[in-house]
């Protein structure tokens, strides 16, 4: 098992850039995919972004692409997520999550089984 704390939310504006972490502790040995979702009140969790085991093969939100970066660091167990030219409609409670395997990102939330409890990110405008 695995359990993740995710940092770096907060406030910022229009424009503006955050990078958020993932720390991973447990079971990190293991191979893991990573994931980050994000959900606003009243919406479905949506997926962001992930990145396989190794750090090679990475895939985003078609929205999302260009402006936000995944990445990993695997002798920290923590994966980013940087994101530039932040917009208001990216204001939202961003998850990491976690899936043991190797291979392919995958996009749906219902492939994770663990899950950090969110940092909030608000872009005012």
């Known amino acids: 098992q695995v359990q993740l704390v995710e940092s770096g939310g907060g406030l910022v504006q229009a424009g503006g850039s955050l990078r958020l972490s993932c720390a991973a502790s447990?079971?990190?040995?293991?191979?893991?995919?990573m994931g980050w979702f994000r959900q606003t009140p009243g919406r479905e969790r949506e997926f962001v972004a992930g990145i396989s085991s190794s750090g090679a093969s990475t895939s985003y939100a078609d929205n999302l692409k260009g402006r936000f970066t995944i990445s990993r660091d695997n002798a920290k167990n923590t994966v980013y997520l940087q994101m530039n030219s932040l917009k208001p409609e990216d204001t939202a409670v961003y998850y990491c999550?976690?899936?043991?395997?190797?291979?392919?990102?995958?996009?749906?939330?219902?492939?994770?089984?663990?899950w950090g409890r969110g940092t909030q990110v608000t872009v005012s405008t």
């Open positions: 447990g079971r990190t040995s293991s191979p893991y995919v």
């Open positions: 999550a976690a899936r043991r395997a190797w291979g392919a990102v995958a996009e749906t939330s219902t492939s994770y089984a663990y």
